[in-house]
Each structure stands twice: as structure tokens, then as C-alpha cells.
């Protein structure tokens, strides 16, 4: 993905608007931002204030109304719907706040799903599935007495 030379994200005066009824509404409003590799990064605000609006466009699910997102070397701005999909499926990791395993499938199958979207054959994805790491377990906490 990114060269050592290039940030990890860089967004450039993002602005984002939403049409609700007959008014826009600016969620986010010319946020530039540069990340490096390494960068430990916390995004904190109140409900509303464009916090998922914000990792939406930096994940290219949405689409600024203006500005430029880029991740690494690839300038997510104007790339297509289906572009910035297959870009997000090999290139960003998601970490959500609950499950979002589909309910009639196994685990086994929700894991190997991701894989089998870009064409891998299942036979391939299943091998792939019983190769990850280890659970993690939590690391012993020292005596406080």
C-alpha cells in the first residue's frame, strides 16, 4: 500500500453535506488531517458531531461533497462505488463495537466470507480460515498486593 514516504491518511479540506428535506446540513466542514505510520490517533465528540461521518469517508463508504481523501498512496476522491469497495476489502480493517457475524452462518463461514467476496475459491478460504493465529487471551495482571 503506502510507501514510507507517504502518509497514511491525509485528508484535505473534507467537507461533507446531507440534504434533509429542503436544507443542506454540513456535517463536517474543511477538516484536513495527516496521519503518519506509527500515529496513535483518538477520535472523540459528542453525538452528532460527524464521527462516523468522518471514518466513513476516510474508509471510502462514503464520499466527501468536497475535498480529498487519501489513504497510502491511493486517492480515494471520485473513485467509483465499486472501486472504493474493492479498496476497503483489501486494504482497511474493521473493528466494530458489537458482532456483525450474519446469524445463519457459522463462524467458520462468516470468517471465510471477506475471503470468498473478491473470487478466492472456497477450498482456498477454508485453508485460510484454519490457519489464523491463535485466540487472544488477556494477558495475567500482576498482583497488586
Known amino acids: 500500500m503506502p510507501d514510507a514516504s507517504s502518509p497514511l491518511v491525509q485528508l484535505d479540506a473534507l ?29 472523540m465528540g459528542r453525538s452528532g458531531a460527524g464521527k462516523s461521518t468522518l471514518l466513513n469517508l476516510i474508509t471510502g463508504i462514503d464520499q466527501p461533497t468536497s475535498g480529498r481523501v487519501q489513504i497510502g498512496d491511493t486517492d480515494l476522491t ?51 480460515a484454519r490457519a489464523r493465529p491463535a485466540p487472544l487471551a488477556p494477558a495475567p495482571r500482576p498482583d497488586p498486593h
Open 78 to 128: 471520485g473513485k467509483s462505488e465499486t472501486e472504493r469497495t474493492r479498496f476497503r476489502r483489501s486494504h482497511v480493517g474493521f473493528v466494530f463495537q458489537s458482532f456483525t457475524l450474519i446469524s445463519t452462518l457459522t463462524v467458520g463461514e462468516n470468517v471465510r466470507l471477506p475471503l470468498q467476496l473478491p473470487g478466492e475459491p472456497p477450498r482456498a478460504t477454508k485453508a485460510r
Open 15 to 43: 467537507t461533507k453535506t446531507y440534504r434533509e428535506g429542503e436544507q443542506d446540513r454540513t456535517v463536517l466542514q474543511e477538516v484536513s488531517l495527516r496521519l503518519e505510520r506509527g500515529d496513535f490517533s483518538v477520535l
